[in-house]
C-alpha cells in the first residue's frame, strides 16, 4: 500500500452541549490520568505500600499538570500578553498548555506531597509516576492532532498532513483553509512517548528498576524531552518570536531536563554499583 498526503477533517469537538465542546483533547486528557492511575495503583500492590497515600498522589498530580502547564504556555510563550491581561491565565478552555510547564508543576506538586504524604524522597516517587507518563502524553499529543495543532513544516512525503488553517471559522461554516502537506509531528512525538512509556514499564516491572532510585525517572527524561528537542526542528514556530532562533522554544526548555536526566541516570547506577561492592 502505498500512502499519500492526507487531507485532515477531523472535529476536535466530540459533541456540543450549548456553546461548549467536549473535545477529543479534554477525554484524551482524562483517559490518559485514568489508566495511568490503574498503573501507579498496580505499582502500590506491587510494593506493598500504604493505600492511603495513593488518591492524594493523583490529586497532587493533576493540580500541578494543569496549573504548571497553564502557567508555562503563558509565561514561556507569551508573557507581556498575560501578564498586562492576568484574567487571561484562568481561560484554560481556550487553549494553550505547555508541556514543560506542566513537567515543573508536577516537580512542585511532588515536593509538597513528599513533605506532607509519603515522607519518602521526591526520587521515590518519580519513578512510580512517570512510569505511565509516556503514555498519557501520547494521548495528549493525539488531542493536539484532533485539534489541529503543533504540526510541521511543509513535507513533500507520502505521509504528510493538511490541516485546517481557519478552523474556527470552518466550525462556523465557513470553507475549509488547508495547510500545504506537513510532518504530522504530533505523531512523530506520540510514538516517541509510547516507546518510552514500553520502556518504563519494563524497567519497572521486568527489572525491578524501582530499586535504583532515579534510574527510571532519569532515562523517562533523557527519552521524552530528547525526542522532543529533535522533532522540534520539523515543527512549525508556535510563536512569532521565535522567528531567526538557532533553537526554538521549546528546545531550549528541553535541554535542562535532558541534562538532569543524564545525571539521575548515573547517580542512580553510581549508588547501585556501590552497593554492589558492598
Not at 1 to 23: N, Q
Not at 59 to 86: E, K, M, Q, W
Not at 94 to 101: Q, T
Not at 161 to 178: D, S, T, V
Request: hydrophobic share 45%; with cysteine.
Amino acid at each position: 500500500m502505498i500512502l499519500s498526503e492526507i487531507t485532515w477533517t477531523a472535529d476536535p469537538a466530540i459533541f456540543s452541549i450549548g456553546p461548549k465542546e467536549i473535545r477529543w483533547y479534554a477525554l484524551a486528557f482524562l483517559i490518559g490520568f485514568a489508566i495511568g492511575y490503574k498503573i501507579v495503583e498496580r505499582m502500590w500492590k506491587n510494593e506493598k505500600l500504604n493505600p492511603n497515600w495513593l488518591d492524594p498522589l493523583l490529586y497532587y498530580t493533576i493540580i500541578g499538570t494543569v496549573v504548571g502547564a497553564r502557567l508555562g504556555h503563558c509565561l514561556f510563550y507569551d508573557p507581556g500578553n498575560y501578564l498586562s491581561h492576568p484574567i487571561e491565565i484562568l481561560k484554560v478552555w481556550e487553549g494553550g498548555l505547555a508541556s514543560h510547564g506542566g513537567v515543573l508543576g508536577i516537580i512542585i506538586a511532588i515536593y509538597f506531597y513528599s513533605k506532607k504524604v509519603s515522607h519518602k524522597s521526591m526520587l521515590w516517587t518519580f519513578d512510580k509516576l512517570v512510569t505511565p507518563t509516556g503514555l498519557v502524553a501520547a494521548l495528549i499529543r493525539l488531542g493536539n492532532l484532533m485539534n489541529h495543532e503543533i504540526y510541521g513544516h511543509p513535507t513533500d512525503l507520502p505521509w504528510g498532513f493538511r490541516f485546517i488553517k481557519n478552523l474556527h471559522a470552518w466550525k462556523k461554516g465557513a470553507e475549509p483553509i488547508f495547510t500545504a502537506p506537513c510532518h504530522p509531528t504530533q505523531l512523530y512525538e506520540a510514538a516517541c512517548y509510547l516507546v518510552t512509556f514500553a520502556v518504563c514499564m519494563w524497567l519497572y516491572f521486568r527489572k525491578d528498576a524501582w530499586k535504583k532510585e532515579g534510574l527510571i525517572f532519569g532515562i523517562f527524561m533523557i527519552c521524552i524531552f530528547a525526542s522532543r528537542f529533535f522533532i522540534e526542528f520539523l515543527k512549525e514556530n508556535q510563536e512569532d518570536f521565535e522567528e531567526g532562533m538557532m533553537l526554538d522554544m521549546g528546545q531550549l526548555l528541553s535541554i535542562p531536563f535532558v541534562v538532569a536526566g543524564i545525571y539521575f541516570v548515573l547517580r542512580a547506577l553510581k549508588k547501585s554499583g556501590s552497593v554492589q561492592k558492598k
